[in-house]
């Protein structure tokens, strides 16, 4: 935005010599350091919550398989008694 003021504001030989100023290198140097600084912290903060989502999942993934290995222990044991409980007679 500054620089389309400037282009308004001041002749080309002006805006020549402010984009060759030590000033503007200045400015420049700073905003780009902005730049790639806000780059590099997002990056980490994404890595930092794709991680968070991977060990989400593993640990669903995990309590799903753990829930599933006593669901078949229960349907085993369910099936180990059957022929104890088809055996036994009914008192009335």
Do not use: C
């Amino acid at each position: 935005m500054r620089s389309f003021l400037v282009r308004l504001v001041l002749p080309q030989s002006a805006e020549d010599a402010y984009a060759n100023s030590e000033y503007f290198h200045e400015l420049w140097k700073t905003r780009v350091r902005e730049v790639l600084g806000n780059r590099e912290w997002r990056k980490r903060k994404l890595s930092i919550r794709m991680g968070e989502e991977e060990r989400r999942v593993e640990k669903e993934e995990k309590e799903a398989r753990e829930n599933a290995k006593v669901e078949r222990e229960i349907s085993k044991q369910w099936e180990e008694k059957r022929e104890e409980r088809v055996r036994t007679p009914h008192v009335t």
